[in-house]
């Protein structure tokens, strides 16, 4: 069933690939994404037994694609056009106006892409470290590393359809620094945790430290993001501002997660050293 499902994904990138490829914005970065897309879904399709083993290797176009969606800047382009415009020096300048795809066909399709490429690479991941026994927290830290992904580099400020300039917020250096911090100790006890041949590892309680610094972060708006209009007509539509909506619903699930499988840590903790409810007595009663 999961390589089943696996091959239908693949397919659908495949899909989502081609208003991507058909884009008037293409960049080195994204034709080499959506090449090894294709190639993958062959890849999956072909050896069918082993597909969900292999969608591991979706990380590798979603990492490529999705930096590539991150820093891009705006889908239109400035051009000058015939006619001047008053400046607010009351000196004649050339008219400028935004020119390019103003569809929804690329920017919704080249995130959808991303999204779907990480789902496939989260179930092979899930597959790879998959051990006899409970999973619960096993599956809870590869969750918990695909989620942290998008959060170690801010988007790019970028122009939207409006004409509005959309960027993060500036925030203290100590918030930056606890975020990075947590960042890391995501990564770090995952990898112990999936590392560990034990069925409820109890070092999963040392999520508790990156749970508490990206708690904390989020309270003083790490993910915030601002916009200054030229003419623009309003807030940015969803399309401009999904980058931020991006970090800010995977740091919120990602510290649900990580509460979660501290809880499930500290438990596995406790019953080992919790000490025995009966006192063994020997025959004699000594």
Same mark, same amino acid.
């Given at each position: 069933?999961?390589?089943? +499902?696996?091959? &239908?994904?693949? $397919? ?24 090894? @897309? @294709? ?25 490529? $694609? ?25 000196? %004649?300048?050339?008219? !400028? ?15 959808? +892409?991303? *999204? ?18 409970? #999973? &619960?927290?096993?599956? +809870?830290?590869?969750? &918990?590393?695909?989620?942290? =992904? ?25 918030? !930056? %620094?606890?975020?990075?911090?947590? /960042? ?7 990898? %112990? =945790? ?13 999520? %508790?430290?990156?749970?508490?610094? +990206? ?7 790490? /993910? ?31 510290? *649900? ?20 409810? @009966?006192?063994?007595? #020997?025959?004699?009663?000594?």
């Amino acid at each position: 069933m999961r390589n089943t +499902l696996v091959v &239908a994904g693949a $397919l659908v990138a495949v899909a989502l690939c081609v208003p991507v490829a058909l884009g008037s914005e293409r960049t080195g970065a994204q034709v080499v994404g959506v090449a090894a @897309v @294709v190639a993958l879904a062959v890849l999956v399709s072909v050896r069918h037994a082993s597909a969900a083993r292999l969608a591991g290797w979706f990380a590798v176009p979603a990492l490529v $694609l999705g930096w590539s969606w991150w820093r891009q800047t705006s889908w239109f382009v400035y051009s000058v056009v015939a006619g001047t415009s008053v400046g607010p020096d009351l000196s %004649a300048a050339p008219a !400028v106006e935004l020119s390019g795809d103003p569809g929804l066909s690329v920017p919704l399709a080249f995130p959808a +892409l991303v *999204g779907v490429l990480w789902l496939l690479a989260t179930v092979g991941l899930l597959t790879v470290t998959r051990r006899p026994g409970p #999973s &619960a927290t096993r599956t +809870l830290a590869v969750v &918990a590393a695909v989620l942290n =992904v998008p959060l170690w580099i801010a988007p790019a400020a970028r122009m939207t359809t409006s004409g509005a300039a959309i960027s993060s917020l500036a925030v203290p250096r100590e918030v !930056v %620094a606890a975020q990075l911090c947590s /960042l890391v100790l995501v990564v770090v006890v995952g990898a %112990a =945790v999936v590392a560990t041949p034990e069925p409820r590892p109890a070092r999963a309680a040392t999520y %508790a430290l990156p749970a508490l610094g +990206l708690t904390w972060t989020s309270v003083q708006g790490a /993910l915030a993001y601002g916009y200054a209009g030229f003419g623009a007509t309003g807030a940015p539509g969803l399309s401009d501002a999904l980058p931020w909506v991006v970090v800010t619903v995977a740091q919120a699930l990602l510290v *649900g997660v990580l509460w979660v499988v501290t809880a499930l840590g500290a438990r596995a903790l406790f019953t080992r050293y919790r000490p025995p409810d @009966v006192v063994p007595v #020997s025959p004699s009663g000594r």
